[in-house]
């Protein structure tokens, strides 16, 4: 087996649709979201309008930004839940998509890495210093659904 790392980050590059960016909707807590990243932004929001306006924004680029604003303040135990919410947006699109998640289970046992300078939380920080928490929960969604 290769054990070669699989590094993402574009859409458009090999296993891009690992990205939160591609364009797979899911359904979610009674909603469908255009991307996961609209999902996963919006969470900060929940039961506000700007939750509205994100799940509405037109590219999954606005929905980040829009999530990132902070003129809105977010849900106080954000940091605490942020990772479950992820996990459960990537949970629903690899279930929901069974390419996605046929594609994510012959990765085998190689790392999974979402290689960008532009995160050092959810990706690697671009030189591996980051703490790839993207990746680190594909790795373990991909051993959920290999049992």
């Not at 980050?9 to 990243?37: C, M, Q």
């Not at 700007?50 to 809105?72: D, F, T």
């Not at 605490?80 to 949970?91: H, P, S, V």
Request: charged content about 30%; hydrophobic content about 35%; overall charge positive.
């Amino acid at each position: 087996m290769n054990n070669q790392a699989i590094k993402f980050y574009s859409v458009n590059d090999k296993y891009g649709e690992f990205s939160n960016f591609a364009l797979f909707p899911i359904k979610l807590k009674g909603k469908t979201w255009p991307t996961s990243e609209h999902y996963f932004q919006a969470q900060k929001f929940v039961g506000m309008e700007h939750e509205y306006k994100i799940q509405k924004a037109k590219s999954p680029m606005k929905a980040a930004k829009l999530g990132r604003m902070r003129s809105v303040p977010i849900r106080k135990n954000w940091n605490k839940i942020k990772d479950n919410i992820m996990y459960d947006a990537l949970k629903a699109k690899f279930t929901q998509y069974p390419e996605l998640k046929e594609l994510l289970l012959q990765t085998g046992d190689q790392k999974i890495i979402e290689h960008t300078v532009n995160d050092s939380y959810w990706g690697d920080g671009g030189d591996g210093s980051g703490k790839n928490m993207l990746g680190i929960l594909l790795v373990k969604l991909r051993e959920e659904l290999r049992n």
